[in-house]
């Protein structure tokens, strides 16, 4: 029979066990860094349509300089850098494309090389550039007007001394885009306090979702927790050990409730398995059927995206 899990509240301690307990954990940064290699051959299938891309603004490190091909019916401009290797090297990163070719290739061959790889490249400058403009759009404003992610939509906080802070919804789990979070502050309430406040109540919704959300799995399929609390981790999504106690990030407020069912039923999972083998996957399949999407959506997720609360 399922038991009840704990608030991070007055829980009960985990019993002592012989043996120090095992701990599986999900990461905020499961993927690979941002800067990619360029593959050994270009992909069959067209990319999305690419718009202009922007040259970035930086400091060019000693001896690199702006280079553009016309390829595609685009103009890519990049940063050329000569270097020791032996081959024409393609990076894509936080500062856009830098191609770094040995010091006897002359422009011709790099262009030549650069245009071969056009589909790949342009398609990942597309990317690129749609998150920078992503990560410019989610930067917080913490004062009146300015919004905020919460359960996959954008809500926007406004300021009234004589409100109790709270949502202005009939659903405070089914939100919709522009609904208001009254905030009981004064006009002139600084940004820290305003940011505070914020935080408050998003761990507070955290705190009753996440609970209600871990109950209806337990009720199901009838496992069982010692204790769960929410985390304020930076570097992971959850995290549950061999003794049954399970860690939520309360930023996971911040996404859709099928991404947190995914985190919970991923957690979950590790109660019978404590890996990621082909046995775990099956265990989070059995408990959230057609959780591949949610994962696959956390996985491209970019932390750098969320509201700073530092």
Not at 33 to 44: E, F, G, I, L, S
Not at 195 to 210: C, H, N, S
Not at 237 to 266: K, M, Q
């Amino acid at each position: 029979m399922a038991t009840r899990p704990a608030s991070d509240t007055g829980a009960p301690t985990a019993p002592k066990r012989e043996t120090a307990p095992q701990s599986a954990q999900l990461d905020l940064f499961a993927e690979p860094p941002r800067a990619v290699a360029v593959p050994a051959a270009t992909p069959a299938a067209p990319p999305p349509a690419a718009p202009s891309i922007p040259a970035p603004a930086l400091q060019l490190p000693p001896g690199a300089r702006w280079h553009e091909v016309v390829a595609e019916g685009q103009r890519i401009r990049f940063v050329l850098q000569r270097s020791r290797r032996r081959t024409i090297g393609f990076l894509i990163g936080d500062d856009g494309l830098r191609v770094t070719a040995p010091r006897w290739v002359g422009l011709a061959e790099i262009d030549g090389a650069v245009r071969e790889k056009a589909r790949w490249i342009l398609s990942k400058l597309h990317e690129w550039q749609q998150r920078r403009e992503r990560l410019a759009l989610n930067q917080t404003r913490w004062e009146d007007g300015g919004d905020l992610p919460y359960l996959g939509r954008r809500i926007v906080m406004r300021l009234d001394a004589q409100r109790d802070t709270a949502l202005a919804t009939a659903d405070l789990d089914a939100p919709a885009d522009g609904d208001v979070l009254w905030l009981g502050l004064p006009p002139d309430a600084t940004a820290a306090r305003i940011r505070d406040t914020v935080q408050a109540w998003l761990q507070g919704r955290a705190r009753v979702l996440f609970d209600v959300r871990l109950r209806e799995f337990l009720a199901r399929t009838g496992l069982s927790i010692n204790r769960w609390r929410l985390s304020s981790a930076a570097t992971r999504w959850g995290s549950c050990t061999s003794e049954g106690n399970i860690l939520l990030n309360w930023r996971l407020i911040h996404f859709p409730v099928i991404i947190i069912d995914y985190v919970i039923a991923h957690e979950l999972a590790h109660l019978r398995e404590m890996n990621h083998g082909p046995g775990f996957w099956a265990e989070v399949g059995q408990l959230m059927p057609g959780f591949e999407n949610a994962r696959e959506t956390l996985r491209r997720h970019d932390p750098g995206s969320l509201p700073r609360f530092d």
